[in-house]
């Protein structure tokens, strides 16, 4: 599988369960990346969606603790690995990790590739962040693209590749 996310230059993702930048070509990448495949999320990201409504054209599995969560347009996993098994079947490359940073986390080691937009801004403040890649064992730089500027701020897209897979 695949996770794909922002983080600014210290690897922070979030802040009181917003976003830390509007990026509008980032998200039409996101999209045009997603769009047809699956999306694995926590419940507190699905919430931060317009409407709590799950992403269009593609299937949503939502992780939860809460057993009676219900969610029109959302299949629901009670667990890390009820959610896998509810991907068993679907190509590895239609299978997107989109967050937030507890789900990150936890389905990283299953990774295959990290689909990066790194931000060069440090979010003024921040209470979610990514694992930094550059420093965990097994993941290298696949490839990067020139700078972005959108909305006053410089990124590029970083594809990371998990080597131990
Ligand atoms: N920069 C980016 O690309 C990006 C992408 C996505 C999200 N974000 C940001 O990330 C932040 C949200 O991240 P977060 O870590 O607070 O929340 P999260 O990972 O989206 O969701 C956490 C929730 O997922 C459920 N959960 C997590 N692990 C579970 C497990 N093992 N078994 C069952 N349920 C489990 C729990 O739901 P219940 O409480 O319902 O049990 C938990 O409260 C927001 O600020 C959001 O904007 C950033």
Not at 147 to 164: H, L, W
Request: proline share 5%; hydrophobic share 40%; glycine share 8%.
């Amino acid at each position: 599988m695949n996770a794909i996310v922002v983080v600014d230059k210290h690897w922070a993702i979030g802040c009181e369960g917003k976003l830390l930048f509007s990026l509008p070509t980032d998200m039409k990448r996101f999209r045009s990346l997603t769009i047809g495949g699956t999306v694995i999320l926590g419940r507190k990201t699905l919430d931060t969606f317009p409407g709590g409504r799950p992403l269009p054209q593609r299937r949503n599995i939502v992780i939860t603790h809460n057993v009676d969560f219900d969610r029109e347009g959302c299949e629901v996993a009670d667990s890390l690995s009820a959610a896998l098994e509810l991907t068993a079947g679907t190509p590895e490359d239609q299978l997107w990790v989109i967050g937030g940073g507890s789900i990150y986390t936890a389905l990283l080691p299953k990774c295959r590739r990290v689909f990066l937009t790194m931000v060069d801004a440090a979010a003024e403040k921040a209470d979610t962040f990514f694992p930094n890649l550059d420093k965990l064992p097994g993941w290298s730089i696949e490839s990067a693209s020139d700078p972005v500027e959108e909305n006053g701020v410089t990124y590029r897209f970083i594809d990371y590749i998990n080597t131990k897979l």
